[in-house]
T-cell receptor
Framework: GEDVEQSLFLSVREGDSSVINCTYT??????LYWYKQEPGAGLQLLTY?????DMKQDQRLTVLLNKKDKHLSLRIADTQTGDSAIYFC???????????FGSGTRLSIRP | DAGITQSPRYKITETGRQVTLMCHQT?????MFWYRQDLGHGLRLIYY???????DKGEVPDGYVVSRSKTENFPLTLESATRSQTSVYFC????????????FGPGTRLTVL
């Protein structure tokens, strides 16, 4: 079946890089997304990657896609306190014509 | 106000009551979605709509009813609320759920006693 998995928590020191990982099951996935949810708010799209790409960089954000292992990661360089949020991986499953969200990774920043 | 809004933002109700959560978007997006967010489950799709008068079930539709008589509105009704429906509900809209982002509302926190 369709599934998207993430670890629930990540804690990093301010200024370090954060790497949030995601695995998915359906190899027919075409678009893969990272959303950010700040406290008390809805989700906002951070970035997305098309399945024919291995990497996408956007300022402090780097998305890596390993299609063979069905693994997606989001790297945040120079993590700041404002990056504290829940980060959701989401995958468009072509076979089911729908987006499946992971359970979200709560990123905490240590001073 | 431009954007996507949800009302109410907070709701407490009792088991067995009918509750309707409202969602309104001003962009004329074709697609609209209802999700529930629960700890450990992330976001789960309840229902979605590709256009006015077209709705379809998501992962967890049982106990919910939707309608889409107008493009801009997508109300979600809990016909007979149960405690397991205590959750945060998010509405979202999109022009194209594949290539465009989904724009999320601020959420409705529903507590069923």
């Amino acid at each position: 079946g369709e599934d998207v998995e993430q670890s629930l928590f990540l804690s990093v020191r301010e200024g370090d890089s954060s790497v949030i990982n995601c695995t998915y099951t359906d190899s027919s996935s075409t678009y893969l997304y990272w959303y950010k949810q700040e406290p008390g708010a809805g989700l906002q799209l951070l970035t997305y990657i098309f399945s024919n790409m291995d990497m996408k960089q956007d300022q402090r954000l780097t998305v890596l896609l390993n299609k063979k292992d069905k693994h997606l990661s989001l790297r945040i360089a120079d993590t700041q306190t404002g990056d504290s949020a829940i980060y959701f991986c989401a995958v468009w499953y072509s076979s089911a014509s729908k987006i499946i969200f992971g359970s979200g990774t709560r990123l905490s920043i240590r001073p | 106000d431009a954007g996507i809004t949800q009302s109410p933002r907070y709701k407490i109700t009792e088991t067995g009551r009918q509750v309707t959560l409202m969602c309104h978007q001003t962009w004329s997006h074709s697609y609209m979605f209802w999700y529930r967010q629960d700890l450990g489950h992330g976001l789960r799709l309840i229902y979605y709509s590709a256009a006015a008068d077209i709705t379809d079930k998501g992962e967890v539709p049982d106990g919910y009813v939707v309608s889409r008589s107008k493009t801009e509105n997508f109300p979600l009704t809990l016909e007979s609320a149960t405690r397991s429906q205590t959750s945060v509900y998010f509405c979202a809209s999109s022009d194209n759920p594949v290539t465009d982002t989904q724009y999320f509302g601020p959420g409705t926190r529903l507590t069923v006693l």
